[in-house]
């Protein structure tokens, strides 16, 4: 079976500390994304990448930054987290042109304190 | 990208057909409309796409307008397992980007 698996389902860090989200896809896909979803905020882009060392920021990149040094792989890093970072992150990767195509990984649920 | 608007929520009972409003007045003729879903605690999940032609898979039909300015995604025997939030997105052939709006949220009552 396909997958994107993100390395923690839950994570509790500390205001400052950098924090890193990894991600993992097994398809081969060219595409990689990161969202993050708040309640009432529905699901927004932070970062993609489509190609290895290749990155494009999304609507809201500001406090993150991500690293993709091979293709399965796609990190999201924050910098020096703050309260207002905690939500829930949400991995996908796609077939590039293929809107149908994206899949999704389980989350990770990340509170900063 | 073209917007959509749906309901906010909806409820079905169990085994009855659960049909799923979509506006998308502006869409432009290049522009697919992409249907996932959230079950709770998950990532979205992808349902059915279309560009003109009313489309069927083994999880769900849509039905397009012929002036493709709305359309409805069916779930034909809804279970209480596709309790779910419900996305519709336009967009545009070869586009690198899923958009999300705020979904309708299906609930599927016994």
């Known amino acids: 079976d396909v997958k994107v698996t993100q390395s923690s389902r839950y994570l509790v860090k500390r205001t400052g500390e950098k924090v890193f989200l990894e991600c993992v896809q097994d398809?081969?896909?060219?595409?990689m994304f990161w969202y993050r979803q708040d309640p009432g905020l529905g699901l927004r882009l932070i970062y993609f990448s489509y190609d290895v060392k290749m990155k494009e920021k999304g609507d809201i990149p500001e406090g993150y930054s991500v690293s993709r040094e091979k293709k399965e792989r796609f990190s999201l890093i924050l910098e020096s987290a703050s309260t207002n970072q905690t939500s829930m992150y949400l991995c996908?990767?796609?077939?590039?042109?293929?809107?149908?195509?994206?899949?999704f990984g389980s989350g990770t649920r990340l509170t900063v304190v | 990208d073209a917007k959509t608007t749906q309901p906010t929520s909806m409820d079905c009972a169990e085994g009855r057909a659960a049909n799923l409003p979509c506006n998308h007045s502006?869409?432009?003729?290049?522009?697919?409309v992409y249907w996932y879903r959230q079950i709770h605690s998950q990532g979205p999940q992808y349902i059915i796409h279309?560009?003109?032609n009313n489309e069927t898979n083994e999880m769900a039909s849509l039905i397009i307008t012929e002036d493709r300015k709305s359309s409805t995604l069916i779930l034909p025997h809804a279970t209480l397992r596709d309790t779910a939030v419900y996305y519709c997105?336009?967009?545009?052939?070869?586009?690198?980007?899923?958009?999300f709006g705020k979904g309708t949220k299906l609930t599927v009552n016994p």
């Open positions: 279309g560009l003109k």
């Open positions: 398809m081969d896909h060219e595409n």
């Open positions: 997105i336009v967009l545009p052939g070869g586009s690198e980007k899923l958009v």
């Open positions: 502006t869409i432009s003729g290049n522009e697919y």
């Open positions: 996908a990767s796609s077939i590039p042109g293929q809107g149908y195509g994206y899949t």
